[in-house]
Each structure stands twice: as structure tokens, then as C-alpha cells.
């Protein structure tokens, strides 16, 4: 499975993006994806995760209650829907999708397939 993400770029604090991530084949036949994100000198951050069939997420703290995690298995494709956007949010922000059996995952060790990174700017 490859996966391309998309949809960074800049935007003011306060404003919003949508990143997308489409997987090459069915992603109903992986199971958890999750987006990860990484600031410079900063370590790789869980951001949110979803479930195979979309019906379980799971988010951090820092983003909860902004961001929204979605996908659509026709399409082959994770979106994240970014709102109310800070300056710390500014990173690479990566998908990532799991063979695993569980629902979700925030171990970036539990995920198997990589997508390219994408870069999100926030600037205040």
C-alpha cells in the first residue's frame, strides 16, 4: 500500500485546512490510520487516528476538539480536518496506515505503511 498525503500550506491563526490521504489500493483493507505530525527539533507527534470503518477516532489532547479525523473507503482516502489553527501547529504532518486488528492506534511502531509528508504553516 503507498500513500500520498496532501493539502498543506499556510494559513493564519484561525484559520482551517483539510489534509488528505489516499491509499493506492482498498484502505478498508488496512485497519487503524492515524496522521502524525512532526515540528523541527521536535519528536514525531501522535495527531489523531480512525478506525477501519471510521466509526472509532481517537485524538490528542492538543488537538481535540479542532481537528476531525474522516474517511471514505469508496474513495480510498483519510481526510483530517484541521480548525482554529495555532502556531504550534506548524509540522509535517505524515499518514500512516496499520494491518493490525485493534481500532486505532497512537505507537507510530503499530503502523506498517508510510505516506510522504506534508507541511502545514501557521503563522500568528
Known amino acids: 500500500v503507498q500513500l500520498q498525503a496532501s493539502g498543506g500550506g499556510s494559513v493564519q491563526a484561525g484559520g482551517s485546512l483539510r489534509l488528505s490521504c489516499k491509499a493506492s489500493r482498498r484502505t478498508d483493507r488496512s485497519h487503524a490510520t492515524g496522521w502524525f505530525r512532526q515540528a523541527p527539533g521536535k519528536e514525531r507527534e501522535f495527531v489523531a487516528a480512525i478506525s477501519r470503518s471510521g466509526d472509532a477516532t481517537d485524538y490528542s489532547d492538543s488537538v481535540k476538539g479542532r481537528f476531525t479525523i474522516s474517511r471514505d473507503n469508496a474513495k480510498n482516502t483519510v481526510y483530517l480536518q484541521m480548525s482554529s489553527l495555532k502556531p504550534e501547529d506548524t509540522a509535517v504532518y505524515s499518514c500512516?496506515?496499520?494491518?493490525?486488528?485493534?481500532?486505532?492506534?497512537?505507537?507510530?511502531?503499530?503502523?506498517?505503511?508510510w505516506g510522504q509528508g506534508t507541511q502545514v504553516t501557521v503563522s500568528s
Open positions: 500512516a496506515a496499520s494491518w493490525r486488528s485493534g481500532a486505532y492506534y497512537r505507537n507510530p511502531s503499530e503502523y506498517d505503511f
